[in-house]
């Protein structure tokens, strides 16, 4: 009888791509793969920590899975465990323990303890590494669209950020095996990938002949098959003339950017140390919407940053509504052991933060109501992940209340916008 593995993912699509590939590499090894909630033998998780919340749903789910079937094996992998080895190894229903890089020994490690029982803790230095490493294994994933990590860690240090601790400096992805994995996705029905990864817009910088992003775009846009390229978060700054032109000229490349600017103030950004001002971003969005037609813009903001003020906040209130992004993510800042703006001074309130989140949520749903009904009553290309929920290529979400055909994009014409979504 085959053994049972569940995985659960927190966090990005760089977590949801490695998930993919363990997947993978468990049914190849003659598992099978159930749902999280489902009894299995072995439970997988694998972890975020770019909160606290991240941290406490992490282990929140880990806990979880002993209620279902208290003698499965409990692994616990990624960026939380990188950084709180200890913290995870106090908790005693845990048995294996793996950092970013070393979940790569998952399978082994799982085998390694149903045979013997032995707890196994591994979390090598993460900012000791300087190149890619494959995983060897094709990601697992007959969903619309696959993820494609192209690059891994983050050299930029943002004062909120943990993120480089739990992955460690930028290594890029050779092109040659980006190509290659794309090109075998294309022999499936997947019409659609997302180019992941933890800052790619850093893609090649550490490569010998430096390639960029827009030329590994350039070369994977001729793949037959695939038929939309969607970009993950991309730094303002790669935005200039070279990179737009140079865009224009890939049709299949979606029109639909997310620019993490996390505040509309420049003293905010400056002590978030975020290497851009307020002028230079207006100039990258100016530059997008000038050559690229129903382009959608998204973006994340931080309210509540230490030494946020009333007039900082009313300054990127101010600069949202000038944007009018068509949507936004707002989280409130929340302190993060190890990081230099857990220990600066003039912490803000909780209360404030709510107020302040709840400001920029309602501007962002008014934004995004006012940006998608501009498509009601006009004919539009929705690739449909289920038999009732899409996209189109700008990124709007569109239900139909009949059954879709999958992995094939459909022209429709939605009646009224509701709920965050286009209906059809």
């Known amino acids: 009888m085959n053994r049972k593995v569940a995985f659960y993912t927190l966090g990005c699509k760089v977590n949801q ?32 920590t770019v909160t606290n919340m991240s941290d406490r749903k992490s282990r ?17 992998v990624g960026c939380y465990a990188q950084v709180a080895q200890n913290v995870l190894e106090d908790l005693k229903e845990i ?22 029982k032995e707890r196994y803790s591994k979390v090598t230095d993460i900012l000791s590494e300087r190149k890619y490493v494959e995983w060897n294994a094709m990601p697992h994933s007959l969903k619309a669209r696959a993820e494609i990590k192209i690059q891994d860690g983050c050299d930029r240090y943002c004062t909120y950020c943990l993120i480089p601790y739990a ?19 294309s022999k499936t029905e997947i019409k659609e990938i997302v180019i992941t990864g933890i800052h790619i817009s850093s893609y090649g910088k550490d490569l010998a002949d430096k390639p960029k992003l ?3 775009l350039e ?19 790669i935005i200039d003339e070279e990179f737009v032109t140079r865009l224009k000229a890939l049709p299949k490349v979606c029109n639909h950017f997310h620019l993490s600017l996390q505040s509309g103030c420049d003293e905010t950004l400056k002590r978030m140390n975020r290497r851009y001002t307020t002028a230079e971003f207006k100039d990258r969005v100016e530059l997008l919407r000038k050559h690229l037609p129903e382009v959608a813009l998204t973006t994340d903001i931080i309210v509540g940053f230490p030494g946020e003020t009333d007039e900082e906040f009313e300054c990127t209130y101010e600069f949202l509504k000038d944007i009018k992004f068509s949507k ?3 989280f409130k800042y929340s302190p993060r052991i190890g990081t230099k703006a857990a220990e600066f001074p003039n912490q803000i309130d909780g209360t404030k933060k709510d107020s302040r989140s709840e400001k920029l949520i309602e501007l962002s749903e008014n934004n995004e109501k006012e940006f998608a009904s501009k498509y009601i009553g006009n004919e539009i290309e929705v690739l449909f992940e289920n038999g009732h929920d899409g996209h189109t290529t700008n990124y709007i979400e569109v239900y139909s209340e009949n059954e879709q055909e999958l992995n094939k994009i459909i022209k429709v014409i939605p009646t009224k916008f509701e709920n965050g979504k286009l209906l059809v």
Request: glycine share 4%; hydrophobic share 35%; with cysteine.
């Open 219 to 237: 070369k994977i846009s001729d793949i037959e098959g695939i038929e939309r390229i969607r970009l993950g978060s991309l730094e303002p700054l």
């Open 328 to 330: 936004m993510h707002v």
């Open 95 to 116: 048995d294996i323990i793996l950092g970013t890089n070393d979940k790569r020994e998952i399978l082994s490690a799982v085998n390694k303890f149903i045979e013997d």
């Open 167 to 185: 992955r460690g400096p930028v290594r890029s992805r050779d092109m040659d095996n980006i190509y290659n994995e794309i090109k075998e996705i």
């Open 214 to 216: 827009i030329d590994l």
């Open 17 to 48: 791509y490695e998930t993919d590939v363990m997947t993978s590499i468990f049914e190849k090894d003659g598992y099978e793969v159930v749902e999280y909630e489902e009894y299995a033998d072995v439970y997988i998780v694998n972890t975020c």
């Open 60 to 76: 929140q789910i880990l806990r979880r899975a002993k209620e279902i079937n208290p003698d499965a094996v409990l692994c616990a």
